[in-house]
Every structure is written in C-alpha cells, then in structure tokens.
C-alpha cells in the first residue's frame, strides 16, 4: 500500500518526533503549540503556562 504523505502529516510528524523543544506562535508573539520536548524542558502542566510564557522566551520587537 502506498500512503501520500500530506504536508500537514509531515509536519505534524516531525513537530511532535523532535528532540528539539518547537513553539508554533503568532504574529504577537503568542504560544500556539508547543511539542512534547517543549513541554518537558520548561516544566508545562497541562493549561498552565502558554499565555505568558513567550514574553519570557522571545524577544518581541516592538
């Protein structure tokens, strides 16, 4: 069987199999998503830190 592989399942593969901690973000800087590697160098708990955690992680120009 042969599956097409979408670029969102390619994506979606390659975010969450990282070793590397990964951020989605929007254009003001906000976390959208993070990756379970994310998750775990940053000590997340489940809703508890995606709202202002990226004031402390980028440098947002202004």
Excluded: C
């Amino acid at each position: 069987m042969n599956e097409q592989l979408t670029n969102s399942d390619l994506f979606q593969s390659i975010f969450e199999s990282s070793l590397a901690g990964l951020f989605v973000v929007d254009q003001h800087g906000s976390i959208l998503i993070a990756n379970m590697s994310a998750q775990k160098m940053f000590g997340y708990v489940e809703g508890s830190w995606y709202s202002g955690i990226s004031n402390l992680l980028f440098l947002i120009g202004s």
